[in-house]
């Protein structure tokens, strides 16, 4: 069975930056596909950023230039450097990976930002 686990989320000021993690497990695939998306209150889940094991990336333009996805050495795994946070960023983080015609997805971990 695969599973996607997130760390990272939090409580963090205005302009602060936090550091989330994703790790799949259960399959011996990659993921050539790993992403990142967010969901808040009253407002439907939405893109972030993706990233493949090439190198692409790809970010949602509310984030680009403060938020940085990248892929771990380790398979299936995927970060989320977040950066000049701002209240709007507050929202359910979700991690998702592909693997075949498969979309996973993680529990999410809440991150707000807030003085």
């Known amino acids: 069975q695969v599973q996607l686990v997130e760390s990272g989320g939090g409580l963090v000021q205005p302009g602060g930056s936090l550091r989330l993690s994703c790790a799949a497990s259960?399959?011996?695939?990659?993921?050539?596909?790993m992403g990142w998306y967010r969901q808040a209150p009253g407002k439907q889940r939405e893109l972030v950023a993706t990233?493949?094991?090439?190198?692409?990336?790809n970010y949602a333009d509310p984030v680009k230039g403060r938020f940085t996805i990248s892929r771990g050495n380790a398979q299936n795994t995927v970060y989320l450097q977040m950066n000049s946070l701002k209240p709007e960023d507050t929202a359910v983080y979700f991690c998702?990976?592909?693997?075949?015609?498969?979309?996973?997805w993680g529990q999410g971990t809440q991150v707000t930002v807030s003085t």
């Open positions: 998702s990976g592909v693997l075949g015609r498969n979309n996973y």
């Open positions: 259960g399959t011996v695939f990659s993921m050539t596909l």
């Open positions: 990233g493949t094991t090439g190198g692409s990336t």
